[in-house]
């Protein structure tokens, strides 16, 4: 996409922090620094820590440098469930633009699980965990599912689509990777207070390798919503179905950071592709949900990108 498209997309994303001329002017700025090969350090004002973002115009680098953390509205709003001393997992941990945030509200007890089974995204997401002097971090070079398997990542123009589908790559280039269930990995002792997921439509196989935890723990679970196919009617219930049989009520945000009440996956509170899970019995005094939680009235447009 030319600079010109990239800045009518950006112009149509809701960023409630990021002023318009800001955004413009990083996005230009970013262009010229990729031309050249040139990665940047930005702060995450939210997390306060600093972040690298390799040369890439696709992908979430750009989205770090012109956004900073105001991309996802999640991402501001990970303090309602997560608490100092607590352990989470980021599955498709990436760049760290969870990692980060997630590491500084556990706090120096807490701890931070980040699967990745890209190599350069786990390059790129060490640099960011050291650049920041973060101990409270485990970075595991593996993808999430139902079983322990070998099994290939086929590879996307934006890095951060790699997927274990076949069919949301869109280059030939592939990886072998080892498959883990969550179940496998999770801390002996500690409770999972929050699972965040962007694995490209690999959700539904990551939680069912994430059974105990989910009967167990009943953590919050952020998961991206993808179409599987494109012009498809609805995307692919088959997590939040396996969600809703283990008890959770899903939720979304408008981009007022107004959470509220979902029945399906095609409704739409905002441009948000991402979906919030929540079990009714959640640790006591957890500030999940606002008491007065509305539900979403109408479907959203789904053909909005939540990247470009």
């Keep these: 996409m030319t600079l010109l498209g990239k800045a009518l997309w950006a112009l149509h ?11 413009l002017t990083r996005l230009a700025v970013w262009r010229a620094r990729t031309a050249l090969r040139m990665g940047a350090v930005v702060t995450l004002p939210g997390a306060r820590m600093a972040f690298w973002c390799p040369p890439e115009w ?37 760049y760290g633009s969870y990692t980060l945030p997630l590491a500084g509200l556990v706090g120096a007890q807490g701890l931070v699980l980040a699967l990745d089974p890209f190599a350069h995204a786990r390059s790129v997401l060490q640099r960011n965990v050291q650049l920041n002097n973060l101990r409270n971090v485990q970075v595991l070079p593996v993808a999430a599912g139902a079983r322990a398997e070998q099994a290939t ?6 890095r951060s689509r790699a997927s274990l589908h076949a069919s949301c790559g869109n280059r030939p280039e592939t990886h072998p990777v080892e498959v ?52 498809a009617a609805e995307p692919d219930r088959t997590a939040w179905n396996l969600l809703e049989a283990c008890g959770y009520r899903m939720h979304r945000f408008t981009d ?13 509170c905002g441009s948000t592709c991402n979906v919030v899970a929540v079990h009714p019995n959640a640790r006591p005094n957890f500030d999940v ?12 447009d789904r053909t909005a990108e939540k990247r470009a």
Excluded at 13 to 19: F, I, K, L, V
């Design 13 to 23: 994303h809701p960023a409630p922090n990021t002023p318009t001329a800001t955004m």
């Design 58 to 94: 696709r992908g979430n680098a750009k989205i770090a440098y012109v956004w900073r953390d105001d991309y996802e509205i999640e991402v501001s709003q990970l303090h309602r469930w997560v608490r100092p001393g607590d352990a989470v997992m980021d599955v498709g941990a990436h």
């Design 153 to 158: 990542l086929h590879m996307h123009d934006d």
């Design 256 to 268: 007022q950071g107004e959470l509220r009440l979902v029945e399906g996956p095609e409704q739409r």
């Design 180 to 231: 883990v269930p969550l179940d496998d990995v999770a801390p002996p002792g500690r409770r999972i207070a929050l699972i965040k997921m962007d694995i490209e439509g690999y959700e539904a196989q990551a939680l069912q390798g994430a059974e105990q935890i989910l009967m167990r723990d009943r953590p919050v679970v952020i998961f991206e919503l993808v179409w599987r196919k494109p012009g």
């Design 289 to 300: 949900v606002p008491t007065q939680t509305k539900s979403c009235a109408e479907p959203g």
